[in-house]
Nanobody, 127 residues
């Protein structure tokens, strides 16, 4: 098990930037594939971006490609989501997830692959 705590959310104008951070507890952080998901009111939790255990493989949902960047620092037990050129439709609660992975290159886009979640951080984009 790993405990996750997200931070960095807030209110930003369209076109602005935010950097989300997720701090993980425990000494086995490098054994987890990490992902960012988001959930808008009345909608399901959707995949945003994921990163492999070694940080080499990444995947993004199409709507954020070229605007969002996921990264991780295994020495600090941290994963980040840099969000640029934010749009109104990016408004949601953003969750950090950790998935047990045997492969160092695997990235998972299905929320059911993740067995550890943070409490979420609100991102609101205004016009």
């Amino acid at each position: 098990q790993v405990q996750l705590v997200e931070s960095g959310g807030g209110l930003v104008q369209a076109g602005g930037s935010l950097r989300l951070a997720c701090a993980a507890s425990g000494r086995t952080f490098a054994s987890y594939t990490m992902g960012w998901f988001r959930q808008a009111p009345g909608k399901e939790r959707d995949f945003v971006g994921g990163i492999s255990r070694n940080g080499i493989s990444t995947q993004y949902t199409d709507s954020v490609k070229g605007r969002f960047t996921i990264s991780r620092d295994n020495a600090k037990n941290m994963v980040y989501l840099q969000m640029n050129d934010l749009k109104l439709e990016d408004t949601a609660v953003y969750y950090c997830g950790a998935a047990t992975a045997s492969s160092t290159y695997a990235v998972f886009t299905n929320s059911r692959s993740y067995d550890n979640w943070g409490q979420g951080t609100q991102v609101t984009v205004s016009s």
